[in-house]
């Protein structure tokens, strides 16, 4: 290893050891949290099931950045090569149409054997795989109705969609030996002002009980319920509110999936984890940017990504939360985009880490809270850049901002040759 990395470290961790953090410590927990990247962010939600539909359903893509993804094995190959640019050992999320197969199939009939080449992929690399049946870009969602439609055979079509995703998420828990979160998004919504708001959260509920009525061993599979505020054609009102998922979700043993885009761009969910771990067992994380709205940008080092790692850790909630992300740029390199969410993801985790939580705490309870204030300010420039490098060599990967050599060159050699 670099000689200025171990020096830098091992002044940083004199530092840290004075204020009671164990450094080494800290490392060997960092390395053992898992983010699932979303492997949407590889062919700009694409996905491989209806190649040629463009993306639809209240969510957007912009950007045409050449080299995207175009078929499973570019996807699989282009996870690698970010994944050997990022610490530690990950997950992919996968979508439904994302399925590797050569049969015409539709999503109601999706089977475990459609995703035999994901997992057989997973296990040689040793990935977990989470899931996502998709309620979108599909003609049975073409008026922004899914599993509230008020036309039966639609709403059939979708609920036979959610269980079919179901035993291929409990067949990627099996065979990978960790559960699968299996997250459900659906778009339903009015784009405007409608007369009866409650039929179709009425109608959701019942759709989605059905799809739940098979048990399945949670050890296998976890389902999570993600609620949004609004989404492009659902601006006036979406079915699967907060309020409707906080309910649902608590009521029948549900996990709820907090996307950071989804809320008022003023209201953020870091203030959110403890209240629903109060009560609910488990907590996915679709960690995103919006800019103004739910735009999916990636994910950057700014006050709310430090805010929810602090919660995590400072809350001890890591063991019950599933860390996703969500933003899909196709204005940048798609590996590039993965590299720096997951990247300032883990690394944030590893500033919360590095505070002295115990320290802290007291002050607080003693009712100092002008040194509760001094102190966190002051930590915020300790050196968590130094232990970063040290963790990332060590891990085997790219020292700073190293990594973006093998993305460019990756580039030239593989992206611009699509
Ligand atoms: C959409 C939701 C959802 C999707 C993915 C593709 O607003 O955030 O999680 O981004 O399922
Ligand atoms: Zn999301």
């Not at 919006?290 to 709310?304: A, I, Q, Y």
């Not at 992300?325 to 390199?333: A, P």
């Amino acid at each position: 290893m670099n000689q200025s990395v171990v020096n830098s470290y091992n002044e940083a961790k004199k530092l840290y050891e004075s204020h009671g953090i164990d450094v080494d410590q800290v490392l060997k927990q960092l390395s053992e949290i898992k983010i699932s990247l979303h492997c949407w962010q590889g062919d700009d939600v694409r996905g491989f099931l209806f190649r040629d539909k463009e993306l639809s359903g209240g969510i957007a893509v912009t950007g045409s950045y050449p080299g995207r993804a175009s078929t499973p094995q570019e996807l699989r190959e282009d996870l690698e090569k970010a994944l050997s640019l990022i610490p530690g050992k990950h997950k992919v999320n996968l979508h439904a149409i994302y399925a590797d197969t050569d049969e015409q199939v539709d999503l109601d009939e999706l089977e475990p054997r459609h995703f035999e080449k994901w997992v057989e992929w997973a296990k040689e690399q040793g990935l977990g795989l989470d899931f996502n049946p998709t309620y979108f870009s599909h003609p049975n969602a073409a008026d922004g109705f899914t599993l509230s439609h008020t036309n039966d055979e639609i709403r059939e079509f979708w609920i036979r969609h959610g269980k079919a995703s179901r035993k291929i998420a409990e067949h990627f828990g099996r065979e990978l030996g960790q559960t699968c979160f299996t997250n459900f998004w659906v778009p339903d919504g009015y784009k405007d002002t409608p007369v009866d708001r409650l039929a179709p959260r009425q109608r959701l509920a019942a759709s989605l009980d059905e799809i739940f009525s098979e048990l399945i061993d949670e050890q296998f599979n976890v389902d999570g319920v993600e609620s949004k505020l609004f989404g492009i054609g659902s601006e006036s009102y979406v079915v699967g509110s907060h309020e409707f998922y906080m309910g649902y979700g608590i009521s029948r043993g549900k996990a709820i999936t907090l996307d950071a885009g989804h809320f008022h761009p003023t209201e953020v969910i870091s203030n959110k984890l403890s209240s629903i771990l109060m009560f609910s067992k488990h907590l996915l994380l679709h960690v995103s940017r919006p800019v103004r709205w739910d735009s999916d940008h990636v994910v950057t080092m700014d006050d709310e990504l430090l805010e929810i790692a602090r919660e995590l850790v400072r809350g001890d909630l890591l063991s019950k939360t599933s860390l996703g992300l969500d933003f899909f740029d196709g204005s940048i390199n798609h590996l590039a985009a993965w590299v720096i969410g997951t990247r300032n993801t883990i690394k944030a985790l590893l500033r919360a880490m590095l505070e002295p939580v115990e320290e802290l705490r007291k002050i607080e309870l003693a009712g100092d809270y002008t040194s509760r204030l001094a102190l966190v300010e002051e930590f915020k420039s300790y050196p968590f850049g130094a232990v970063w490098d040290y963790y990332c060599a060590s891990q085997g990967v790219p020292v700073r901002e190293q990594w973006l050599n093998e993305v460019k060159r990756h580039e030239q050699e593989v992206l611009l040759k699509r």
